[in-house]
Nanobody, 115 residues
């Protein structure tokens, strides 16, 4: 069955860097729009970055210029490179895969930015 597994989260200091990974299985990965979203308790989920099957990317205003989303179709994996992280980046980060009516989510990985 379909499975999305995030990894790479953890504690990082303000200004530091972190790379998240999401390994997908059970889907024709190269056909899917892949994205990262994040959730802070008490707030709605925020779409952070999107990468389409043709490699086109979009970012939320809050992360553009600091984060980079990429994909490696041969490994069925999407990445989120997080640079110059800020305390407001603290959240649970989720991987998402969308194609037509299909919409899959991972379980999330915690990112905590603190000194």
């Amino acid at each position: 069955q379909v499975q999305l597994v995030e990894s790479g989260g953890g504690l990082v200091q303000p200004g530091g860097s972190l790379r998240l990974s999401c390994a997908a299985s059970g889907i024709r990965f190269s056909r899917y729009r892949m994205s990262w979203a994040r959730r802070v308790p008490g707030k709605e989920r925020e779409l952070v970055a999107v990468i389409f099957s043709d490699g086109t990317t979009t970012y939320s205003h809050s992360v553009e210029g600091r984060f980079t989303i990429s994909r490696e179709d041969a490994k069925n994996t999407v990445y989120l490179q997080m640079n110059s992280v800020e305390r407001d980046d603290t959240a649970v980060y989720y991987c998402n895969a969308v194609l037509k009516s299909y919409d899959y989510w991972g379980q999330g990985t915690q990112v905590t930015v603190s000194s």
